[in-house]
């Protein structure tokens, strides 16, 4: 089975006309196409950065309020002044884009605008005619270091889609490049609370660069929204690279590439890898990777009977639990059920409670302490030891023989 069209979509400045952009992505989902959607407000930039690193073969804007000219032939300047030419720009704006407009941007390089009166079934035809074929697509030498990786990713993903499945390489990373698994239930907050942990990694380290894989749900073959984006803020930002996957039908929360093109991120100098699973039941145990050092799992204060608990079987493999959202009323009784139930286990974890959505939230810099202290305890180690353990010893073994201390 051929892999789904990828688009991305978003909207420059909103005014109150979401109800496009809305309508838009889900009749493409509908219609077998991956949609990763980047929201409201969203700057050129931000859009041409998104739409190299999740590759997609075209970017659509829904522009309601003026100054579509403009916004859109800068979208199209910005990804050929990146060296991309293969990722297209089209898209509407009812009744405030004329006729005039569209031959003066599609002049400028702009694919194609829908008018007010198109029916959902035309563009979405269109949207396959065009976008549906067309050569494989490379990178050139010299292309941006984010192209190559994204196409990397998509040359992945796509044999997967094909049934030509990768043959997995032994896991391995790049000595000092920590990967860290978020999981948890839907609606807990991992997305937030990921894009505040990486407004704190960036700021504690000016140089540190952070990869994010990030899943939404998926059937094998039909579309999807890749809607985590739209929620990111902070990682809208040139030393993180964000790379979105449908699960394409495997269950569990991640995908059946997600391993290798993890490895692939692993390796490739990035001093954080965040994993996030999609919203997870009782039975998942997402990371079975020997490349995840760290597991967090996310949850909600509201889970239900204390009995609950029993049968949430990350909470027995989970190496920091976060209750987010603690702000509410039972996070006090969550706390003291879930710090109960994680005693049971004999092993060593740790309990911290969140307000991901609350700027600078002391709870989200505990665990971003937690986090690098981790990092930067096994890098000392690991200085310390003789140069040839001390190359083999990944960051890894460095924490484990801190744990055995
Ligand atoms: C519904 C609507 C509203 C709703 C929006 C509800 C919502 N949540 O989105 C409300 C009532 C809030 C509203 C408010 C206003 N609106 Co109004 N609104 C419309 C209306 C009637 C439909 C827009 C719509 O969403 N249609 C559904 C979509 C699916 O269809 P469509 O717009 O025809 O788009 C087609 C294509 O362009 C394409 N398309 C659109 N986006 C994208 C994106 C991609 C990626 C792709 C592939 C295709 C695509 O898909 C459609 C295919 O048929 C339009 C008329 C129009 N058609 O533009 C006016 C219109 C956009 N509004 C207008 C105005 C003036 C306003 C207000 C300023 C009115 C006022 N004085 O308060 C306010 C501004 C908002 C604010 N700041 O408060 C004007 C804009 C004039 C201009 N040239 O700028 C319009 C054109 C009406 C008019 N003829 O005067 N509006």
Redesign the pocket.
Known sequence: MAAPIRVL?AVPIC???????N??NLEFIRHGIEVVYLGYHRYAQDIVRAAIQEDVRAV???S???GHVEFFVEVVKQLRKRGVDDIAV????????THDDQRVMQKRGVDKI???????TD?VGWVHERYGKGPKRGSRDGAPVDMQLARKLTQIEDAYANGKALRKLAAKKSSGTRVIGFTGPGGAGKTTLIDELVLRLLHRDDTSRIAILSHDPSVVGEGALLGDRATMINSQHDRVFMRSMATRGQAGGLSPATEDCLQLLANSGFDYVIIETVGTGQEAMPFQSKLVDQTVLVMNPDYGARLQLQKIVMLDLADIVVVNKSDQERAKTAMSEIERRLQGNSREQQLLSTVAKRHRDSGVDELCDLLTQVKSSAAVKAAEMPVNQGQKGSAREGRARLRRA
Do not use: K, P, Q, V
């Open positions: 979509t005014d109150g006309h979401d109800s496009a952009i309508t838009i659509g804007i829904s309601y309020n003026g089209f898209g509407g704006g009812g009744g405030t884009i829908f008018f007010a009166g198109t029916s959902l563009m």
